[in-house]
């Protein structure tokens, strides 16, 4: 890496990045001036994530960061060096679709589909720290990417799908599904 005499590597320079990508150790030589976006697209053929408003505002290009959600259009290639990167790409269990994206198809939580990767991350992300959240709290995580085709509600019941079948799959055979009596019964 060629740095000028203040230590500072000049604009546009190559810089390496090695983080664990989707479960896998991966390595890049970018130019500072790269975004992350760019990096999963353009390198990497990621192209699950999309851009859209690049500015970071929309949500579309949402991937998980250390298991936050970020925005990649808008944050440097660099800034992931020894991070752990999480795309929609990794979230299939082998073959098939993922906990939270098979909720997704059941459900219909996509109309057009554009911002269906970002909700999926944002998804993941939220069930990762929530395991049963109620509708204030995915109306509040969810905010955050725009479906342009006002398909909320949808993506609302995929939430609360995944949710049910991410708590149903952590459960041991023959625990009572609900403990606490929080469920009304029949």
Known sequence: MNRNPDGEVPAGAA?????????????ADVPTNTV?????????????????????????????????????????AFDVDGATVETIEGQRDGDALGPVQQAFAECGGFQCGYCTPGMIMLTTALLRSEAK???????RWI??????????????????????TLAAESREPGEDPDPEGEEERS
Do not use: Q, W
């Open 15 to 27: 810089v390496p990045v090695d983080m664990i990508l989707n479960g896998a150790r991966r390595h």
């Open 36 to 76: 992350l976006l760019s990096l999963l697209r353009d390198e990497f053929g990621l192209t699950g994530v999309r851009g859209s408003c690049e500015r970071g505002v929309c949500g579309v290009c949402t991937v998980l960061l250390d298991g936050k959600p970020v925005a990649s259009c808008s944050l440097f």
């Open 133 to 139: 959240p109620d509708r204030d709290e995915i109306r």
């Open 143 to 164: 905010g955050s990417n725009i479906c342009r085709c006002t398909g909320y509600e949808m993506i609302m019941e995929s939430v609360e799908r995944a949710a049910e």
